[in-house]
């Protein structure tokens, strides 16, 4: 009997290499797609078609759109979390949710093995290696593209010698599009200057007259969209389809990779983009000074985990435990304005805001102190300061 191999399968590049290639090796392909939020049904029917045609033996969608959001989007939008104060975690906190739907059904299937299309520079074949060892032990882990270094430009004269149809000029460029945003890689990331072309984004600018929204927050989580209750993921999806067409949410990262070198992706996330800024705002106003600056830390950590495919570790359970215990109060609305490539946060409504003119006005008046107590605390205030000074000059500097 054949052995079987359950393949993460996308209908991309590497993972239509990786179902045909598998199969040379005498594998009894069995293919499945974890959807988290980038597909259509019309796509998905699409792909699975793909899938049987390239030979797969079964193929599923394995639908975690929810989860991905309840078990993760949500603490990092909790966390405003924005890897080197620029990428939302788009594809590096998907790829977690995506390995351990897989490797739930490797088990049910009780395959021999388990592949990916990860080529062995980048970061998603730890994140997918790390979780499948976790949750899928004695397994044989399968990455063809990693295991033959190959170049997309190899990878696409195979696909044409097996007379696979696809889009050729088109997979020039990695797209990975989930709910919480887009990755866009190609020839422009590979180096240290360039920007990517407006075809290699997945959205088109359509719009060109500025848009006044309010997003409603209940202890922290999106609930409604211009006076419209709605569930998270829908506003996140509306947000999404309606900045995409601003062209909000565009920039390339550079940052570490797990493997010690350094990277460069572009992305496009219109929603994650619009909605950590807007929370952000609403926290500003609702949260003590201490909430911000260690709520400010604990994310660094829960992002940065996350990040390098680590969040199985039981600290993420302790961090998100705090981040969901700091958002009693982050309820409200948040006032913003859309224009092309940009958006303002104009401002928030909420009955916990903490800028209350009751307590004094900043920069004209307060009511809770007087002169002389102002006096006296500016003055024990810069105590240290003013020792420090005293030392110096009796010290003779």
Not at 54 to 65: F, P, T, W
Not at 114 to 137: E, K, M, W, Y
Not at 354 to 377: H, I, Q, R, V
Request: charged residues 20%.
């Amino acid at each position: 009997m054949k052995k079987k191999v359950l393949l993460a399968y996308s209908g991309g590049l590497d993972t239509s290499y990786c179902l045909i290639y598998l199969q040379s090796l005498g594998y009894e392909v069995h293919t499945a797609l974890a959807d988290t939020g980038g597909f259509t049904k019309e796509e998905l029917d699409v792909l699975a078609t793909k899938a049987i045609k390239l030979g797969a033996a079964s193929h599923q969608v394995l639908n975690i759109v929810e989860e991905y959001y309840q078990e993760g989007i949500r603490f990092l939008l909790y966390g405003n979390v924005l890897k080197n104060q620029a990428y939302p975690l788009s594809v590096s906190a998907e790829r977690v949710f995506q390995a351990r739907a897989i490797a739930r059904l490797a088990n049910q299937l009780n395959v021999d093995a388990i592949a990916h299309g990860s080529t062995g520079a980048g970061n998603d074949q730890v994140r997918f290696d790390l979780v499948f060892q976790a949750l899928c032990p004695g397994k044989e882990i399968i990455a063809p593209i990693r295991e033959k270094k190959l170049s997309r430009e190899e990878e696409i004269q195979f696909l044409k010698e097996h007379k696979v149809e696809m889009n050729f000029d088109k997979a020039l460029y990695s797209v990975n599009q989930g709910l919480w945003g887009t990755s866009v890689g190609g020839k422009e990331t590979l180096g240290s200057n360039g920007f990517l072309p407006e075809e290699a984004f997945p959205s088109k600018v359509t719009e060109s007259a500025s848009k006044s929204i309010v997003i409603e927050f209940e202890k922290g989580q999106p609930v409604g969209l211009d006076g419209k209750k709605m569930k998270p993921v829908e506003v996140i999806k509306a947000l999404n389809a309606l900045g995409g067409s601003y062209g909000i949410g565009r920039d390339i990262h550079v940052g570490d990779t797990i493997l010690g070198i350094k990277g460069r992706v572009g992305f496009e996330a219109p929603a994650p983009a619009i909605l950590i800024k807007a929370h952000q705002g609403l926290e500003k106003h609702v949260l003590s000074k201490f909430q911000l600056q260690i709520k400010e830390q604990q994310s660094l950590w829960y992002g940065q985990l996350m990040h390098e495919g680590l969040w199985l570790d039981p600290a993420c359970r302790n961090l998100e435990a705090f981040l969901e215990s700091s958002q009693a109060r982050v309820t409200g609305k948040v006032f913003v304005v859309l224009a092309p490539y940009r958006f303002q946060v104009h401002g928030i409504e909420s009955k916990f805001d903490l800028m209350n003119n009751l307590f004094g006005k900043y920069g004209e008046m307060n009511s809770l102190w007087s002169a002389d107590d102002a006096k006296g605390f500016a003055k024990i205030f810069g105590v240290q300061q003013m020792i420090i000074q005293k030392v110096g000059e009796h010290a003779g500097e």
